[in-house]
């Protein structure tokens, strides 16, 4: 299949699925936006188009894709990713990734990103495409922006600036469209959050900090999303031996997401639960045991088990964990890759082998 078909199919599940939802926020829709790498199989063509990372000891034999992707809060659906290089003289950073996904979202949309994104030209760049914007900044961002802001609102710790947001030297060379007089109308919250710290948000929006803060808690559900792409729908191990290959490959893998978090959506609404609920490996188990290894050859057969497939799917339900779990990070050891696991069989029969003569 050729990318622009590809493309254009992907397009068209996309918004057929959204439309199928009501905005967040009163008439705008609200994207989370985050980035992640894949490593690629070790071809000579991928190396070239998406070179490995390299150090002192020299490069590392995976070429490394960096992709950006909003998913819409709603729907929870997966828009056209944005990608580029991670290394190489033609890496891209996310933030310029981040800037390209923007004129992929719908006009007046909320786009919800993390501290690295709370920079001058992200914020600048979602305004020119006509959204606004929630984002989180460091403590030191927010320090050195609030010192010219005015305090609007208080309560307690928790507190409101006004800021005309003006861009510093590094900013305009990092932001080449953006004339020397740009200014930003934003405002600046700080949130004190139980058991997790301070929270430092820059927005667009005029809502309060409680709608501010109720809506960035949603915000680490595009982390799960990522994961379930990643893990569950294994993109993590494409075959693909070609950029055109591989971006075909991971759109139409996102295409199968969008399609189980609808077939989500429709079985949480018989269990009468919300979508996320509802654990998205055990849906997908499910659609992959019921729906796809079988040929149904009329329409009735097919809705019949599709309908069978959702009552199994409304109860594969998540047990109910406490809120606010903090656990201690862990370094996870990287998933063995198939040639990883061909090269320890290779060792192992040589350490078994026989010595000759």
């Not at 960096?66 to 996310?94: D, F, Q, T």
């Not at 310029?96 to 719908?106: D, I, Q, S, T």
């Not at 501290?115 to 900044?137: E, K, N, P």
């Not at 992959?288 to 097919?302: D, E, F, R, V, Y």
Request: proline share 6%.
């Amino acid at each position: 299949m050729k990318p622009e078909v590809t493309e254009w199919f992907f397009d068209q599940i996309a918004n057929s699925i959204i439309a199928t939802t009501a905005p967040t926020l009163g008439n705008q829709r609200v994207f989370i936006i985050d980035g992640t790498t894949i490593s690629l199989a070790p071809t000579t063509a991928l190396k070239r188009e998406f070179p490995p990372a390299s150090n002192a000891s020299g490069e590392s034999a995976w070429p490394i894709l960096s992709l950006v992707v909003a998913h819409e809060l709603e729907s929870g659906c997966a828009l056209m990713p944005e990608i580029g290089a991670m290394y190489g003289k033609k890496a891209v950073s996310e933030t310029h990734l981040c800037k390209a996904v923007f004129g992929r979202l719908p006009s007046n949309s909320v786009a919800m990103v993390d501290a690295g994104f709370g920079i001058f030209g992200v914020v600048y760049s979602a305004v020119q495409h006509g959204h606004d914007i929630i984002s989180r900044l460091t403590e030191q961002r927010f320090t050195s922006l609030v010192r010219t802001a005015v305090l609007v609102d208080q309560c307690g710790e928790n507190k409101t600036w006004k800021l005309q947001w003006q861009p510093t030297r590094h900013d305009l060379r990092t932001t080449p469209n953006a004339p020397r007089d740009a200014m930003l109308e934003v405002y600046l919250h700080q949130i004190h959050v139980a058991g997790e710290g301070v929270l430092y948000i820059v927005t667009t929006l005029e809502h309060s900090r409680i709608v501010i803060a109720n809506l960035y808690a949603k915000r680490v559900d595009v982390e799960t999303d990522i994961r379930s792409i990643k893990v569950t729908m294994d993109i993590e191990r494409m075959r693909g031996k070609s950029g055109p290959i591989v971006i075909t490959e991971l759109l139409t893998s996102l295409v199968a997401y969008n399609l189980v978090i609808q077939f989500r959506r429709q079985a949480a609404k018989l269990a009468h639960v919300p979508p996320r609920r509802l654990s998205f490996t055990s849906v997908w188990n499910t659609f992959n045991i019921i729906l796809l290894p079988h040929l149904h050859t009329t329409p009735q057969a097919w809705r019949e088990a599709y309908q069978r497939a959702l009552v199994v799917a409304s109860k594969d339900l998540l047990p109910n964990r406490p809120a606010h779990r903090n656990f201690p990070r862990k370094t996870i050891l990287r998933r063995r890759k198939s040639t990883d696991e061909a090269d320890g069989k290779r060792t192992a029969v040589q350490k078994t082998a026989p010595p000759i003569g």
